[in-house]
C-alpha cells in the first residue's frame, strides 16, 4: 500500500515537470524561430530561394553572401556594405559606454555614499530618466543638437547616450553601493582623503560586479538602439541599425534576402558576443545588488 501510494506522488512530479520543460521548449521554439529562419535565409543563394521557397533548409551552403554584405552590398545607393556602418555604430557606442558608466558609478557613489541634503531627490529625478519613452526627447534633442553643431554626427548621438545612460547606470551603481558600510568611508575621511581619492582609491575598485553590469547592457541598448541613429543621422553617418533598415533601398531588381539576413548576424553579433562573453557576470552582478 505504501509503495503504491509513493508512486503517486512521484508520477505527479514526473508529469509536472515534463509540463513544465514543453512549455518552455515550446515559448523557446516561439523565440528562436525568427533566428533560426534569419541563419538558414543567410546561407541559402537566390536562386535557390526563387525556386523552391523563401524559408527552407538550404541544399547548398553560400557563406559568400557575409562577404558581400560586409564589403560591397548596396545600401541607400552606398555600395560598400555595413562596414563603414558597423564602424560608426563602434565609434558610438564603445565612448558612450565608458563615459556613461563612468559617469554613473560617481553619480551613484556621491547619492549612496557621501549623503548630501536632497541626494534622494536628486536620486529620483535622475531615475526619472530612465522612464521617459524616447519619443518625448526628440524635441529636445534637436535643439540641443542643432545649437551645439552636432547635428548628422556620431559625437551628437555619443552625447546623446552618454546623458541619457546615465540614469540607468547611477541606478545600478547607487544600489550596489549602498552595500559598502559607511565605516570603510569615514575612515578614508578620517586618514584625510576626499571625494575623488575614496572614489578612486577605494570605491571602484569594489565595483567590477557592478561595472560589468552597466557595461553589458549599455553596449548592447546603445549598439541596438534605432530610433535616434535613424532620426538624428543619415547617410555614411548613420549606425548600423539604420542602415538595415535601408538594405531594400539599394537599387537592385532582386531583394536580396540571404545578404540582407546576413548582413542581420554580422549586426547582431558583438552585442551577442559581449553578452556571451560576460553573462555570468552580469547575473552576479544583479544578484550582489544592482537590482536591490
Known amino acids: 500500500m505504501s509503495a503504491t501510494l509513493n508512486k503517486g506522488p512521484r508520477a505527479s512530479a514526473m508529469w509536472s515537470r515534463i509540463a513544465i520543460y514543453v512549455v518552455i521548449l515550446v515559448f523557446a521554439a516561439f523565440f528562436l524561430a525568427p533566428l533560426a529562419v534569419t541563419i538558414l535565409t543567410s546561407v541559402r543563394s537566390n536562386t535557390e530561394m526563387a525556386q523552391r521557397s523563401l524559408i527552407g533548409w538550404p541544399q547548398h551552403l553560400d557563406l559568400s553572401n557575409f562577404a558581400v554584405a560586409w564589403g560591397s552590398f548596396c545600401i541607400a545607393e552606398h555600395c560598400t556594405g555595413i562596414?563603414?556602418?558597423?564602424?560608426?555604430?563602434?565609434?558610438?557606442?564603445?565612448?558612450?559606454?565608458?563615459?556613461?558608466?563612468?559617469?554613473?558609478?560617481?553619480?551613484?557613489?556621491?547619492?549612496?555614499?557621501?549623503?548630501?541634503?536632497?541626494d534622494n531627490i536628486m536620486f529620483g529625478l535622475v531615475v526619472l530618466g530612465v522612464f521617459l519613452p524616447e519619443q518625448m526627447r526628440l524635441i529636445p534633442w534637436t535643439v540641443v543638437l542643432r545649437d551645439t553643431g552636432l547635428a548628422n554626427s556620431l559625437a551628437g548621438l555619443i552625447m546623446i547616450h552618454t546623458i541619457q545612460g546615465v540614469s540607468f547606470t547611477t541606478l545600478f551603481c547607487r544600489n550596489y553601493y549602498l552595500s559598502i558600510p559607511q565605516d570603510l568611508m569615514k575612515a578614508a575621511r578620517i586618514d584625510g582623503a576626499g571625494f575623488y581619492r575614496i572614489f578612486w582609491r577605494i570605491v571602484l575598485p569594489l565595483s567590477p560586479p557592478i561595472l560589468i553590469v552597466t557595461v553589458i547592457w549599455q553596449f548592447t541598448g546603445i549598439w541596438n538602439e534605432?530610433?535616434?541613429?535613424?532620426?538624428?543621422?543619415?547617410?555614411?553617418?548613420?549606425?548600423?541599425?539604420?542602415?538595415?533598415?535601408?538594405?531594400?533601398?539599394?537599387?537592385?531588381?532582386?531583394?536580396a534576402y540571404n545578404v540582407a539576413a546576413a548582413a542581420v548576424l554580422i549586426g547582431a553579433f558583438p552585442p551577442l558576443l559581449v553578452y556571451f562573453l560576460g553573462g555570468k557576470y552580469f547575473v552576479r552582478g544583479l544578484t550582489q545588488g544592482a537590482i536591490k
Not at 565612448?95 to 560617481?106: D, E, H, R, V
Request: net charge positive; no cysteine; aromatic share 12%.
Open 83 to 118: 562596414a563603414p556602418y558597423m564602424y560608426n555604430s563602434a565609434v558610438m557606442a564603445i565612448p558612450a559606454t565608458i563615459l556613461s558608466t563612468l559617469l554613473g558609478a560617481m553619480a551613484g557613489y556621491a547619492i549612496a555614499l557621501w549623503r548630501f541634503r536632497g
Open 226 to 255: 534605432f530610433l535616434f541613429g535613424v532620426i538624428f543621422t543619415s547617410g555614411t553617418q548613420q549606425p548600423i541599425t539604420a542602415a538595415l533598415v535601408a538594405l531594400g533601398s539599394g537599387g537592385q531588381n532582386v531583394h
